[in-house]
Nanobody
Framework: QVQLVESGGGLVQAGGSLRLSCAASGLALSSYYMGWFRQAPGKEREFVARISLFGTSTSYADSVQGRFTISRDNAKNTMYLQMNSLKPEDTAVYYC????????????????WGQGTQVTVSS
């Protein structure tokens, strides 16, 4: 059974930092591209960042470029999202996802999703 479990969310003041983790089980992680998405109240889920099979390529949404860093450790079956200089508009539920197609991952067509972790940034 495949599971993706996010952790590390919480409440932080604007300008602060959080590090999200996504622990994967039940799949050969090195066969999957991985990504982070988020959904704010009343809004559609949106792409945040993605990372290639062995971490050599990454891409980010314009809104987080330069503030967020995605990484992965296949030996630990875990992906991370380091979020710095957080803004109130970063408040959302953050989801991790995996896909076997790089382009499809970018538009949210994924093989598996996690359950999400709440990130709240106060002003």
């Amino acid at each position: 059974q495949v599971q993706l479990v996010e952790s590390g969310g919480g409440l932080v003041q604007a300008g602060g930092s959080l590090r999200l983790s996504c622990a994967a089980s039940g799949l050969a992680l090195s066969s999957y591209y991985m990504g982070w998405f988020r959904q704010a109240p009343g809004k559609e889920r949106e792409f945040v960042a993605r990372i290639s099979l062995f971490g050599t390529s990454t891409s980010y949404a314009d809104s987080v470029q330069g503030r967020f860093t995605i990484s992965r450790d296949n030996a630990k079956n875990t992906m991370y999202l380091q979020m710095n200089s957080l803004k109130p508009e970063d408040t959302a539920v953050y989801y991790c996802a995996v896909a076997q197609d790089w382009a499809r991952l970018r538009v949210g067509v994924t093989d598996y999703w996690g359950q999400g972790t709440q990130v709240t940034v106060s002003s």
